[in-house]
């Protein structure tokens, strides 16, 4: 069984979690091991606990991303993807394991730091597109600005610049009842740009969309990934799969295998 | 864009659940407004109804009477020691410290006099004072006395005297103008004749001297315990007596309908924060998944509170402003129907007041949905991670 996934081919094969940080780090420079392990996860595990049996969530995920790259997450319902996406993007604590972005340890991070981090260094772009019905689209791709200490003047011309940017500058002052559900991800997609993150990181965002929007959206994440912005996107779809550097499958909890050295039948 | 503008824009558009909590807090508003102007008014119509029941105070020279009685009978009494006032002890009283307290001194002087050959009182006062002190006083298709030469007749004694507005009469070998009747009192009152002080002086030949002098105290500026005791320090010679009774008796009343409307008052507000509290808490959990967008993209949790407190303190400024002026027009409406001759009270700190009272409930019956909108879990709060 595959336990750790790093993009360099050479170091794709199974590698016990204790040995994999500091052979890696003793094999590359400071700096350079930064860009290739912009994200770097280690033995992550994370356990539901309900009314019934507990649920083994994640059990023992290795995975590095390097910077610029853009990662497809695929595995059945239940396998673990959205919980790997919502521990990456620090809304919810491991039991076990760390992940160091851009060499900060995130479950380390003090207090409402995590928050902070989460304001300057990601993007998040969900399934449901989740705008806020009573902005506009202008004031929704803005709310990542509204905490921060900066000119009205200027949150607003940023937000204008990122819409024009995905071509929804016309349509900056309707509310999102008012817009078709391509130009909702479109939105959302913004709100996510709008602080300049280096990571974004999307849940299923195709999911709610016809196939010619679907095309619509990812050449958008395509652009995106070609300006260098590292991305992570979770999804059912195997027709995106195209798009992505990589694609790791999750299964039960676990690092199956990453694409295309999965079985051809690897179901999805 | 701030956060404010997010809680105006999320006010603006939520129009209903806005409306609602606007609407809780100025129906609340209202009734304390309504309740503390009506009895702010009704309070003022009580002290000046209780000012125009005449005087609570009353000073007259001090006397000490002898029974005389033999084996159980009694023979009637004498009045020893008695001693008299004169207008110099009326400087004294307007001399003492309290004296902002007094809204009206009346010298008395009362005699018996012979008008057309019938014995009959004469009393002379000062008509502008003895008329404002004495209110239920009416002199019908006349006037008070102006001068040393008029005089107002009591009911009574324009009857028995066959006096008729205009006529004249020889008092003492003075001539007067009767300028008016008074209208039946049911009191000796109908039986005096009123003149003027100075002329009644002469007449009674007692120049400079009163018999008693009739004081009304401000209830509502000075307690009357404290007017009798410096009274009292200032004529050593004279006997100064209060109303307490009648007095503490209004008051009490007076300070029971107070306590009465500031209890409903106390009910009203504890309702009214639990309307807010229930509002914003049924918001709050609406907006659970709003709420985790909003962590997801960096917001912390004290974004979080801020921002429920921010849209709880919009609506309590709304709800203030529109609840002073609401309370005020129901004030306006109701208070003719229970105090007639009650004016409005305007009190614009009552309005400072309303708003703050608006702006503290929210504030307080919104800490803990703002502080448990914060404290949400992003990840519960999104579901879709």
């Not at chain 2, 002080?197 to 009304?216: P, W």
Request: glycine share 10%; hydrophobic share 45%.
């Amino acid at each position: 069984m595959i336990t750790s996934v790093t993009d360099d081919p050479q170091t794709t094969t199974a590698t016990p979690h204790d040995e994999a940080p500091a052979a890696a780090q003793a094999a590359v420079d400071p700096a350079d091991g930064r860009a290739a392990r912009f994200i770097d996860v280690r033995g992550l595990e994370k356990t539901f606990s309900g009314d019934g049996a507990p649920v083994y969530a994640l059990r023992g995920v290795d995975v590095t991303v390097s910077e610029g790259s853009f990662l497809g997450v695929m595995g059945q319902s239940g396998s673990g993807k959205s919980t790997f996406l919502s521990i990456l993007g620090g809304l919810s604590h491991p039991d076990a394991g760390s992940i160091s972005v851009d060499g900060i340890d995130l479950y380390k991070l003090p207090g409402e730091r995590l928050a902070d981090f989460r304001r300057e260094y990601l993007g998040f772009v969900f399934q449901s597109f989740n705008l806020v019905p009573y902005l506009t689209a202008l004031e929704n791709v803005t709310l990542p600005l509204a905490v921060k200490k900066m000119p009205s003047a200027e949150k607003r011309r940023r937000a204008l610049e990122v819409l024009d940017h995905l071509g929804l500058a016309d349509r900056a002052g309707h509310l999102p009842g008012k817009l078709s559900g391509g130009e909702q991800e479109r939105v959302a997609i913004a709100r996510a740009l709008v602080n300049e993150p280096p990571l974004i990181l999307a849940d299923e965002p195709t999911g709610a969309l016809d196939s010619e929007t679907t095309v619509e959206i990812m050449d958008v994440f395509a652009g995106l990934h070609r300006e260098g912005i590292t991305i992570v996107m979770v999804t059912h779809n195997p027709e995106i799969q195209r798009y992505f550097d990589r694609t790791i499958v999750l299964r039960d909890g676990r690092l199956d295998c990453e694409l295309p050295a999965c079985d051809v039948g690897t179901p999805l | 864009m701030r956060l404010r503008t997010i809680a105006v824009n999320n006010l603006r558009r939520r129009k209903a659940r806005a409306a609602f909590l606007v609407a809780g807090l100025l129906i609340g508003v209202g009734t304390v407004v309504a309740l503390i102007s009506l009895t702010q008014s009704m309070t003022g119509q009580t002290q000046a109804n209780l000012q125009s029941f005449g005087a609570n105070i009353v000073v007259k020279p001090r006397t000490r009477d002898v029974s005389l009685s033999y084996g159980g009978i009694s023979a009637g009494g004498v009045a020893v020691g008695a001693q008299s006032l004169s207008e110099a002890d009326l400087a004294r009283i307007d001399a003492i410290p309290s004296r902002a307290g007094i809204a009206v001194v009346s010298p008395e002087l009362v005699g018996a006099v012979l008008v057309k050959g019938r014995r009959a009182l004469l009393m002379g006062v000062r008509p502008a004072a003895e008329f404002k002190l004495k209110r239920w006083w009416s002199v019908d298709a006349g006037r008070p006395p102006a001068s040393g030469h008029e005089l107002v007749a009591g009911a009574a004694a324009a009857r028995t005297l066959r006096l008729l507005m205009g006529d004249y009469v020889r008092i003492g070998g003075r001539r007067f103008t009767v300028t008016g009747i008074l209208r039946e009192t049911g009191s000796q009152d109908d039986g005096l004749l009123i003149t003027d002080l100075r002329a009644a002086q002469k007449v009674l030949h007692q120049e400079g001297m009163v018999t008693l002098v009739q004081i009304a105290a401000l209830y509502a500026d000075a307690p009357v315990d404290q007017i009798v005791k410096e009274l009292s320090a200032a004529l050593p010679g004279a006997e100064v007596t209060a109303m307490q009774e009648a007095v503490k008796g209004r008051m009490h009343a007076v300070d029971q309908f107070k306590g009465f409307s500031y209890a409903i008052v106390g009910v009203v507000i504890a309702i009214e924060a639990l309307v807010v509290f229930i509002t914003m808490m049924g918001a709050v959990n609406e907006r659970t998944h709003e709420i985790g967008v909003f962590r997801a993209i960096g917001y912390r949790r004290v974004h979080i509170t801020r921002l429920i407190l921010i849209e709880a303190l919009i609506a309590s400024l709304i709800a203030g402003v529109l609840g002073y002026l609401a309370g005020m027009g129901v004030t306006y409406a109701v208070l003719p129907l229970v105090a007639r001759s009650a004016a409005v009270a305007w009190a614009p700190l009552l309005g400072l007041g309303a708003v703050a009272l608006a702006v503290a409930i929210g504030a307080f019956a919104s800490l803990y949905p703002a502080l448990h909108a914060g404290r949400m879990d992003p990840t519960e709060a999104l579901r879709a991670l």
